[in-house]
């Protein structure tokens, strides 16, 4: 062997534990600062991973965008499934029994009426809600952030994400903690100036601007806070096991 | 006989090995990103102009297909398999591999030199006279010499750039404009192109004009010399037919 190739297999040698060692300690490093989404492994691991990072690192200080009230457009219906009795109960008595509960890794577990929320703050938003199938539109959104329904239940400091449920078997979605308390993700029982209409989630809705619409879940009745998703099983959210929808939809 | 099995290699790369490599990146990203990219489409065949629209709002036009969704009214009576999910999860990861050969081609671009000597116009090239001889010997189909072996002529020096510097930046420019993150946390991402929907809608037409160009780009390679062409971008070496290099070559 040669000095020229045996200086060749030092730097190629060297360049090759010095790429892993640097990808270990840049992993270490991302999982410590919340950069890793929990839907990083398989065939689209690596781009999910790319987009949560940069977002989380690029997007998450930036303040909350908010559009004019001349730029409130026509809204859309978006499609959702059956109504199981025990809402059209609650509906009956125009929802003042309708309970969001919160649970799991807080101080005080909570169960909040409508009215209870209203009480806690008021937030009116406008805001534009956009579907991964490409149609969009502008609305006001009025409600409680949910930052401060997580903060009067005291997350524990273990907490990382909160999972969130809605009245609809099986329907479910979960965000991670700096996400849940982004001043734009609001607890939503209010839009246009009035009440939430049924079709758009009544009587509470969970809004997450930024992110693609299939976050915002209708007719919420649960939120959980976790150290980990898989608690709930093997998907991330109920849009993953049926659509393969990433968890992370801010892109 | 095929006299292109009787070739003559010429000691310089045609291509260097990393053109070559971010070459055939670029294409799979392209390719998957194509697939998937209409996939996402058929899911709502209506486009529309400014930052909101919907089925409730007039669009600026509508491609009469079958839809993934039965959120919209197409006039047929049945609805396509929704591929949303992994096309949605493909779309961005091929996005980055796109993004990232980009960074490196682009690099070396401009390192290199092989920006400045083989895709900016080189020096005679920089009139319209230039760009209407290349035209006429395209269409009196000169064959290609041996100069061209190694070298771009105007025309698709000029095409390289547009594609370079203004088609591929314009397609990640309209895909991050739809994102709502990235448009909450820097709203001229999206405004600068009239809204959401415009970068939609944009995102469309660059797809187009960048079809366009893969397929007059593999029809010119196909009329130039398909294997010859293809065997330069895979393993780097020009070659040329016997009889061309019997005239040309010393």
């Known amino acids: 062997m040669n000095a020229v190739t045996r200086r060749k297999l030092l730097i190629t040698g060297s360049a090759a534990i010095a790429g892993a060692a640097g990808l270990a300690t840049a992993a270490r490093i991302a999982e410590k600062y919340g950069l890793i989404p929990p839907d990083h492994g398989g065939l689209y691991g690596a781009g999910e991973t790319l987009t949560y990072a940069c977002h989380r690192v690029l997007t998450l200080n930036r303040p909350m965008r908010e559009f004019p009230r001349s730029m409130i457009s026509t809204p859309f219906v978006s499609p959702y499934g059956k109504l199981p009795s025990a809402y059209h109960a609650s509906q009956a008595h125009n929802f003042a029994d309708w309970r969001l509960k919160v649970d799991g890794l807080v101080d005080h577990q909570l169960s909040l009426s409508i009215a209870d929320l209203r009480a806690l703050a008021v937030r009116s938003q406008i805001t534009e809600i956009a579907c991964e199938e490409g149609w969009s539109y502008i609305a006001e959104w009025i409600g409680t952030p949910l930052s401060l329904v997580l903060r009067e239940a005291g997350v524990k400091p273990e907490a990382r994400y909160v999972a969130y449920f809605s009245i609809q078997d099986g329907l479910w979605d979960s965000l991670d903690l700096p996400e849940a308390n982004h001043s734009g993700t609001l607890l939503t029982w209010g839009m246009n100036g009035g009440d939430l209409p049924v079709d758009y989630g009544a009587p509470l809705r969970l809004r997450v601007p930024r992110q693609i619409g299939y976050k915002s879940v209708k007719f919420l009745t649960r939120i959980t806070v976790t150290d980990s998703l898989k608690r709930f099983g093997e998907t991330f959210s109920s849009s993953n096991p049926q659509d393969r929808y990433a968890w992370y939809a801010g892109i | ?250």
Not at chain 2, 4 to 31: G, K, M, P, Q, Y
């Open chain 2, 1 to 250: 006989m095929p006299v292109a099995t009787e070739i003559v290699r010429t000691a310089r790369l045609r291509h260097s090995l990393l053109v070559r490599l971010t070459h055939w990146l670029t294409f799979l990203a392209f390719v998957a990103l194509l697939v998937t990219g209409i996939e996402i489409l058929i899911s709502h065949p209506r486009f529309y102009w400014g930052e909101v629209g919907n089925v409730n709002t007039h669009p600026l036009f509508t491609f009469h297909i079958p839809s993934s969704r039965d959120s919209v009214p197409t006039g047929y009576g049945y609805v396509l398999p929704d591929q949303n999910g992994w096309s949605r999860y493909l779309h961005f990861e091929a996005a980055w591999v796109l993004v990232l050969t980009g960074i490196v081609y682009l690099a070396y671009l401009v390192f290199s030199g092989h920006l400045r000597r083989n895709l900016f116009p080189a020096r005679g090239q920089r009139s319209f006279r230039a760009y209407a001889a290349c035209i006429g010997e395209h269409i009196r189909r000169i064959r290609t010499s041996s100069v061209e072996l190694h070298t771009y002529n105007v025309l698709q020096r000029s095409t390289y750039l547009v594609v370079i510097f203004v088609l591929f930046p314009l397609i990640i420019w309209t895909g991050l404009a739809m994102s709502p993150a990235v448009t909450t946390a820097f709203p001229f991402v999206s405004s600068l192109l009239g809204g959401r929907q415009s970068a939609r809608t944009i995102h469309l037409f660059v797809t187009i004009l960048l079809v366009l160009f893969l397929i007059v780009h593999v029809g010119m390679v196909a009329v130039s010399g398909f294997r010859a062409r293809m065997r330069a971008m895979i393993t780097g070496k020009a070659t040329l037919p016997v009889e061309l290099a019997k005239k040309e070559l010393p």
